[in-house]
């Protein structure tokens, strides 16, 4: 089936726009996170590009913000852009476990293929394997405990327009695959 833009911007639409205010946009080249204010009137989730895998992992960093953080640009987060050191890129894999282990949950909800992403290619080279393993161990946490509300909609939600398992289960989850 094709992943089309346009769809996952309904899909989240359809999901948060009328009780959190909040849409997803198709953004430029760097996501961002606005709150409402400033001349909007709702909150934007823009992702990079219109790539349909940066608004899966967008919505992932939104899903997992809590309300306090949603009305703060890009949820209060610091960022360090590409080329960053070994020791400022540990400190990205670290706050990255969780939003890319619910980026994967939600790609295979739509059967897209996920990979994780260490987001540093003009940076210091580092071994990244202890990352793939945290995100994988973090699915199978989300898998044994279950999601919120929130997330568990949006995963439902994709499930079922692209007619796909809806059961959440560790079986659907490879570590090779990273």
């Known amino acids: 089936m094709e992943h089309r833009i346009d769809d996952i911007i309904l899909l989240f639409n359809q999901c948060f726009l009328e009780q959190y205010n909040t849409r997803l946009v198709r953004g430029g080249k760097e996501p961002v996170y606005l709150p409402a204010g400033d001349g909007r009137t709702h909150h934007e989730l823009h992702f990079a590009h219109g790539f349909y895998r940066s608004a899966l992992h967008e919505s992932a960093h939104w899903l997992i913000a809590g309300e306090a953080r949603r009305q703060q640009v890009d949820f209060g987060y610091w960022y360090e852009p590409d080329g960053r050191t070994v020791q400022q890129q540990s400190l990205f894999e670290q706050v990255e476990v969780k939003p890319q282990a619910l980026e994967w949950i939600l790609s295979q909800a739509a ?33 044994q405990h279950g999601l919120w509300p929130r997330a568990e909609r949006l995963r439902l939600a994709l499930c079922r327009f ?11 989850y490879d570590p090779q695959q990273l």
């Open 111 to 143: 059967g897209v293929q996920f990979r994780v992403s260490v987001d540093n290619l003009d940076g210091e080279p580092s071994d990244s394997s202890a990352f793939k393993q945290a995100v994988y161990s973090q699915v199978l946490s989300y898998v």
């Open 162 to 172: 692209y007619q796909r398992e809806e059961t959440l289960s560790a079986e659907h």
